[in-house]
């Protein structure tokens, strides 16, 4: 049974640019939340997707968009990069609704150069 | 916003010995939950709590969630070196997705 997974591991962009990070929910899971993690602190809430729609936000701009597929796998989307974006995005599923808690992949490090 | 203190930031011990750290709010969560992150990998669920007051156990884990529902604590018994890392809280509140996370505890083991 795959959990979650992402791709890709590392990316490396400079600022301005565009960047799509992407998640595949772990097999069952129908919900999926993005987390940014800057070194040294605790990941933050981006936003969640459901049924394909955005559900809930966090406090991000919206340079931050998503979107989530049929087959319950999700984009990131980030445009136009700012050093502080470099962080570690981390990708987490759920199955709404049975009320399970999130399990997380192991992330995509991004450095906005 | 949401905040969740947790203390210590750091800790180095001794192989073998208890650990305790905890996890301060000023908003009331209804979940409060515990993951470890190692190196190079997502948080991995350690424990749930779901009640005020619920005290729960994952083998040499026990975390407990505070009365006024704006703390909890995770206690460590005889730590091994597998359990250095980085232990994150992380609370929900009603009816919310969303994790609100603490800045994390690092854990050293000295052999």
């Known amino acids: 049974d795959a959990g979650v997974t992402q791709s890709p591991t590392h990316l490396i962009k400079t600022r301005g640019q565009q960047v799509t990070l992407r998640c595949s929910p772990k097999?069952?899971?129908?919900?999926v939340s993005w987390y940014q993690q800057a070194l040294g602190q605790g990941p933050q809430f981006i936003f969640q997707?459901?049924?394909?729609?955005?559900?809930q936000r966090g406090n991000f701009p919206d340079r931050f968009s998503g979107h989530q597929f049929p087959n319950y796998s999700s984009e990131l989307n980030v445009n136009a990069l700012l050093l502080g974006d470099s962080a570690l995005y981390l990708c987490?599923?759920?199955?709404?609704?049975?009320?399970?808690?999130?399990?997380f992949g192991p992330g995509t490090r991004l450095t906005v150069l | 916003g949401q905040q969740l203190n947790q203390s210590p930031q750091s800790m180095f011990i001794q192989e073998g010995e208890d650990v305790s750290m905890n996890c301060t709010s000023s908003?009331?969560?209804?979940?409060w939950l515990w993951y470890k992150q190692d190196p190079g990998e997502g948080p991995v669920l350690l424990i749930a709590?779901?009640?005020?007051?619920e005290l729960t156990s994952n083998g040499r884990l026990t975390a407990q969630f505070g009365i006024t529902r704006k703390d909890s604590f995770l206690n460590i018994s005889a730590s091994i070196p597998s359990d250095v890392g980085i232990y994150f809280c992380?609370?929900?509140?009603?009816?919310?997705?969303?994790?609100?996370f603490g800045q994390g505890t690092r854990l050293t083991i000295n052999p």
């Open positions: 987490a599923s759920t199955r709404l609704t049975y009320g399970n808690e999130q399990f």
């Open positions: 097999s069952g899971h129908d919900t």
């Open positions: 997707y459901y049924e394909e729609e955005e559900r």
């Open positions: 908003s009331i969560f209804n979940t």
């Open positions: 709590l779901y009640k005020a007051g």
């Open positions: 992380a609370g929900r509140t009603q009816g919310a997705q969303k994790l609100v």
